[in-house]
């Protein structure tokens, strides 16, 4: 089992699930890894349309057939802000990325504002197991090694519900 990295955090009258990584790596390298249609695919998914109208259209790639998704661009400051809005379905997901730099050490931090306790025994798991694999990617380790089942979910899932309490 992996252990669970992410936190709910109580912001503006939402909670919010709040993960970070670090990697020992120029801010402009990570920021590839997580626009790049090429470097998504090693661990998350892939993306095609035009960012410049303002959305794109994402498709996962290790969740079996999963269908694609709208996400709407809010921010984006390269290489320090991706703000976009997942559209599948009726559900809306916020998911903001930002970046910074300091000693060789760039920090990546993924919130998702408005994450339910329902959705936090599911999602939090989940963003462990794709932020641990875009590690694995820019480490040079092999992102297949991670399973999500046997290691993830529903193993760490009381990590995030019980922060609800």
Known sequence: M???????????????????????????DVWAAVTEPDRLARWIGTWDGDPTSGSV?????????????????????????????????????????????AQGVTTLTLTQPGVTAE???DVGPGWDYYLDRLVDAETGADPAQRDFERDYYPATSAHYTAQFD
């Open 2 to 28: 992996s252990a669970p990295t992410g936190r709910i955090e109580h912001r503006e009258g939402q909670h919010v699930l709040v993960q970070t990584r670090q990697l020992r790596a120029p801010i402009e």
């Open 57 to 101: 259209e994402f498709r996962m790639l290790f969740e079996g057939e999963h269908p694609g998704e709208t996400m709407t661009i809010r921010v984006c400051e390269p290489p320090h802000r991706l703000h976009v809005t997942s559209h599948v379905g009726d559900e809306v997901w916020l998911l903001d990325l930002d970046l910074t730099h």
């Open 119 to 121: 959705q936090a025994s």
